[in-house]
């Protein structure tokens, strides 16, 4: 990785499954993200003075430093909550991952080895 380009990862939630692998899916075919991590949970939080208590699902995205800024405006034009949690930081990352991230982020997907079958060798979350 260079420092140019670092690997970052950022959260949101959306409201329900249907629409967090929906913001996801159109995160991955943008290529704004390499993977994103679904995790559904239960959030409790203050709202218009009241305190509410919700099911979402949680998205832990991948991405670059390079694509952060484009990736935070998509998310926010696509998302289904008026003001969407958006959180981003910077992270390290084991080698091999961090070049496969960042090659799926900037070069679409071709740092996949000769000879390999797609899918037989995927990083995990």
Do not use: F
């Amino acid at each position: 990785m260079t420092e140019t380009s670092r690997l970052v990862v950022a959260l949101t939630t959306e409201g329900d499954q249907g629409r967090a692998e929906a913001l996801a899916e159109a995160l991955l075919e943008r290529r704004l993200v390499a993977c994103v991590s679904l995790q559904p949970q239960r959030s409790m939080y203050r709202w218009n003075g009241r305190l509410e208590r919700d099911s979402e699902v949680q998205l832990l995205l991948k991405t670059s430093s390079c694509c952060l800024d484009v990736l935070r405006e998509t998310v926010m034009d696509l998302h289904s909550y008026e003001t969407p949690e958006w959180l981003s930081w910077p992270v390290d990352a084991a080698s091999a991952y961090g070049q496969w991230a960042l090659a799926e982020i900037s070069s679409g997907g071709s740092s996949q080895a000769a000879g390999e079958t797609p899918g037989s060798e995927l990083p995990t979350g």
